[in-house]
Structure formats: C-alpha cells, structure tokens
C-alpha cells in the first residue's frame, strides 16, 4: 500500500509563486506515475500534471507553461512548482500515484490565489 501526504498550500497574490510537495511511502516501487489534480468550488476535480517513472511530464494545456512537475528520488517526494498564478487556480490540489493495481490519492492542501 502507499501513502501520499501533500503540503505547501496556502493564500498568496495573483503572479506570485507556491510549490506543492508530495511525499509518497510504502510500497512506491510498484507506482508507475505520480500526478496533481484540483478540483475548484462546484466543480470536478481535473488532472494538471504528472511525472511517470521514466521522467515523462504532462501537462494540462491551462497551467503548461506555468507549473512544472518534478521528483526527489531520494526523498520519494513529487513537487508542482506553481509560478504566474491566477486566481482561477484556486482549489484543492491532490496529490495522485497509480500502478497497474492501484490508485491513491493524497487527503489535499488548498491553494488560494487573490486578485
């Protein structure tokens, strides 16, 4: 089984910057991606980013550009490096693994952007 704790959420101002942490254990050799989602208020949770094992990143097209997905092997832990914000990123963010057998998701961090 693995565990994903995120953090670094928080209120910061339209075109500042936040980094997002992940911090997976347990069983993480079976994880075949890593990845964040949001969900806004009223609205589904969307995918925004995810880092495979091999080192391929996707992004979705509205955050491309601006937040970059990466890893710490060492530390098992995955960062979203979240720069430009918009007060339309506002939402919980959630940190995601997946293998062949399963899917986690972390319990969330919120992130609020003011205009």
């Known amino acids: 089984q693995v565990q994903l704790v995120e953090s670094g959420g928080g209120l910061v101002q339209a075109g500042e910057s936040l980094r997002l942490s992940c911090a997976a254990s347990g069983s993480i050799s079976s994880i075949f991606y890593m990845g964040w989602y949001r969900q806004a208020p009223g609205k589904q949770r969307e995918f925004v980013a995810r880092?495979?094992?091999?080192?391929?990143?996707n992004y979705a097209d509205s955050v491309n550009g601006r937040f970059t997905i990466s890893r710490d092997n060492g530390k098992n832990t995955v960062y979203l490096q979240m720069n430009s914000l918009k007060p339309e990123d506002t939402a919980v963010y959630y940190c995601?693994?997946?293998?062949?057998?399963?899917?986690?998701w972390g319990q969330g961090t919120l992130v609020t952007v003011s205009s």
């Open positions: 995601n693994a997946e293998s062949s057998s399963f899917a986690v």
């Open positions: 880092i495979f094992s091999g080192g391929r990143t």
